[in-house]
């Protein structure tokens, strides 16, 4: 690539990050924050892994800001580890409504009550790699620690080293259609109508989730949503070897060589669980019975990312799926829906994922091909992603077909495309 548009894009990023950082002092935590809001105009408070994918593009531009960015996430870490996935910092936070349904106390709210995918011990490693900064490491690691050690402990209720997620929310796909038969919603030709019943759905939901005070154990034995991920455990398994590798950095043997074992067995799960031999696919497992939900989305390739991940099943995912003209592979690939699926809206923003191109998914797309010796379509994917920003700026996600940038502007995450040019 022409070094003059990385330039570019790398300052407009900067740019961008600088704008979109909030920083103060909260009375409540007794601390003060410096974070990157996910995007000015919608979007005002940390979000979890918003804010981890912002220290990744950070860790090339600004080491000092990526740091305090993981310092300000992790500050809201509750003493049994949770960390909720949105924090309002500051004063007097103006809550949406939602915000109110998913967060404890209920009035005023300080952080939710639902997890995103855990994308934090990545994010550090990142972070630790390029600036070696042995006291961030050592400050951070523990609460890193804590906070995996919930999600096994709170979320794994079958004990079979796969996490639930309680809510759409809770996997950042908000709308994602493999979902839509576990809430019971039937998309119809409703158009706005569609989107208000999804909606209500979701609400309703959190309200269950709330009656239970998000008690993992209460609601996941209530099983109203009890979704065994494969986007959510694959960036699980890819985090505690990314968690390994900060213990093993700070000389834990022990912990790394647990927390590699932990990884495996993820990896291992995934395969024996999710892994359906006649698609070529993962799918997303619901309730205790563990139904798998049959709706091929960019979620369905995600173990591409992980290291040990079969030669075959990589290639499959890679040659049947991800590199299908007719699925995901249209002139600005990944769509998060196959353009196969009748519910893939690649032109609409009314519904999230259900058809557009993310750079978040690309990112860890990017980093899978490339882990699993697929340089040419890596490649293929960072240009189509560098092309994207070029053209329509940092977008929310833009359409796979025309490459119209779609919804928020200056969206933080889409600066992701600096980690994928150097
Ligand atoms: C949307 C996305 C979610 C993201 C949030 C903030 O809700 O679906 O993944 O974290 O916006 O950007």
Known sequence: MESKTRERIREAAREMLGRNRRQGYDRHYRTSFSYTCPSPGRYHWQWFWDSCFAAVALSHLDIEQAKAELVSLVAPQQPDGFIGHVAYWGKKPFVEVWGHLQSRPLLRPRHTQLIQPPVLAQAALQVFERSLDKAFLMELLPRIDRYYRWLGAHRDSDCDSLISII??????????????????????????????????????????????????????????????????????AQGMRSLAA?????????????????????????????????????????????????????????????????????????????????????????????????????????????????????????KGLRLHGYTEAAGAVRDASIALVEREGFREFYDPLTGRGMRSTEFTWSALVVDMME
Not at 192 to 212: G, P, Q, Y
Not at 272 to 296: H, I, T
Not at 319 to 338: G, M, Q, T
Not at 342 to 361: E, H, I, Q, V, Y
């Open 167 to 236: 809510s759409p929310y809770e996997s950042g796909m908000d709308h994602k259609p493999a979902y839509d038969s576990v809430l019971g919603f039937k998309p119809g030709r409703a158009g706005r109508r569609d989107r208000v019943e999804l909606e209500l759905r979701n609400r309703l939901l959190d309200l269950s989730n709330l009656r239970r005070g998000f008690d993992s154990a209460r609601v996941l034995a209530r099983g109203r949503f009890d979704v065994e991920d494969v986007m959510v455990n694959s960036v699980y």
């Open 246 to 366: 900060l213990h093993r950095a700070a000389g834990h043997r022990r912990e790394a060589d647990a927390w590699e074992r932990e990884a495996e067995r993820t990896g291992a799960a995934l395969l024996s669980k999710c892994y359906d031999e006649s698609a070529g696919a993962f799918w997303d497992l619901a309730g205790a019975r563990e139904m798998p939900l049959r709706v091929l989305t960019v979620t369905a390739l995600f173990p591409l990312v992980l290291p040990d991940t079969p030669r075959e099943v990589v290639d499959r995912l890679v040659r049947d799926h991800l590199l299908s003209p007719r699925e995901f592979w249209p002139r600005y690939p990944a769509p998060s829906v196959a353009l196969s699926e009748p519910t893939c809206k690649p032109d609409s923003a009314r519904f999230l994922w259900r058809g557009p191109t993310w750079l978040n998914t690309n990112w860890f797309l990017f």
